[in-house]
């Protein structure tokens, strides 16, 4: 079986960790009685809140994949809508009518990829926007074997891969949506899973779809 690199710190059976990228928290001291519903599209944003405000756990938590929001319920908090798509774009569209009449925090990273908050505030929407955590790259001495399999999962990740690595023909990638999928240069053949989930990217690693 082909040698399966994780481009995440989530632990799995048979599968490597490949930490190219870290995350860093960014503490605030944000007033969240002034906001009627917390938006998320990371699980990262999640955990970086409750390290400075428990308060986020009263709001209505707008969430935009199923991970996420088993995550959010684990802690406490109350999730009333979780997208269908489970990418950036789409899940912006979703939210337009759930959102209407609400005062809304967006908690995010410091750089992200879609237009979420874009078209939100062209459809009427009311929405401020928290950094609440940042990626940056580091250094990974590992040497990666031929024919390897490689689980990408996020922007970031494939950014921080390519700052250090270069690509070989006997590599496959797997990645976790359609907006990471862009970031990879032309010559990497790639499988996009069903949902952004890395439960799904290592199911099909595991299955070695290619």
Do not use: R
């Amino acid at each position: 079986m082909a040698k399966i690199y994780l481009l995440s710190n989530q632990k799995y059976p048979d599968v490597e960790n490949l930490e190219v990228f870290q995350i860093e928290y960014i503490k605030s001291n944000i007033d969240l009685s002034k906001y009627d519903a917390l938006v998320f599209t990371s699980k990262n944003a999640v955990y970086s809140l409750e390290t400075f405000n428990k308060e986020w756990k009263n709001k209505d938590c707008y969430v935009i994949a199923p991970k996420t929001s088993q995550i959010i319920e684990s802690l406490g908090g109350k999730v009333v809508f979780t997208g269908i798509t489970s990418h950036g774009n789409e899940f912006a569209q979703e939210l337009i009518s759930v959102l209407k009449n609400k005062k809304v925090l967006y908690i995010k990273a410091s750089k992200t990829v879609s237009n979420l908050v874009e078209i939100l505030k062209e459809n009427g929407i009311i929405l401020d926007e928290l950094i609440a955590y940042e990626t940056s790259c580091k250094k990974s001495t590992k040497v990666l074997e031929d024919n390897s399999i490689f689980i990408f999962t996020s922007p970031s990740s494939v950014e921080c891969f390519f700052n250090q690595y270069s690509w070989k023909d006997s590599y496959k990638a797997i990645v976790i949506g359609k907006t990471t999928a862009l970031y990879l240069p032309k010559e990497v053949e790639y499988i996009i899973s069903s949902t952004t989930s890395i439960d799904e990217c290592v199911n099909l690693a595991m299955q070695s779809f290619f």
